[in-house]
């Protein structure tokens, strides 16, 4: 099993930044990819970023520029570095993680940009 817990969210104004954490714990040497997600009111969940376990990295296109993700294997930590936020950027933002069988998620973090 792996457990993945969430964290830096809140509300800033369009143009901010924001930096969310995600701590992964238990079978983390299993994991495949591990990246972010989000989910604005009424959408569907949708894939933001992710890195892959022989460090490839990719990113969806509204967030190409503005998002970087990172990686801290010592600290089984992964972040999303969120800039030039914009008020479509709100949303709760998971974290999810993949090995060959299983798919995990964590609880999530509310994102909000105002105007």
């Known amino acids: 099993q792996v457990h993945l817990v969430e964290s830096g969210g809140g509300l800033v104004q369009a143009g901010g930044s924001l930096r969310l954490s995600c701590v992964a714990s238990g079978s983390t040497s299993r994991i495949k990819h591990i990246g972010w997600y989000r989910q604005a009111p009424g959408k569907q969940r949708e894939w933001v970023a992710d890195?892959?376990?022989?460090?490839?990295?990719n990113y969806a296109a509204p967030v190409k520029g503005r998002f970087t993700v990172s990686g801290d294997n010592a600290e089984n930590t992964v972040y999303l570095q969120m800039n030039s936020l914009k008020p479509e950027d709100t949303a709760v933002y998971y974290c999810?993680?993949?090995?060959?069988?299983?798919?995990?998620w964590g609880q999530g973090t509310q994102v909000t940009v105002s105007p």
């Open positions: 890195i892959s376990s022989g460090g490839y990295i």
């Open positions: 999810g993680a993949s090995s060959t069988m299983n798919v995990y």
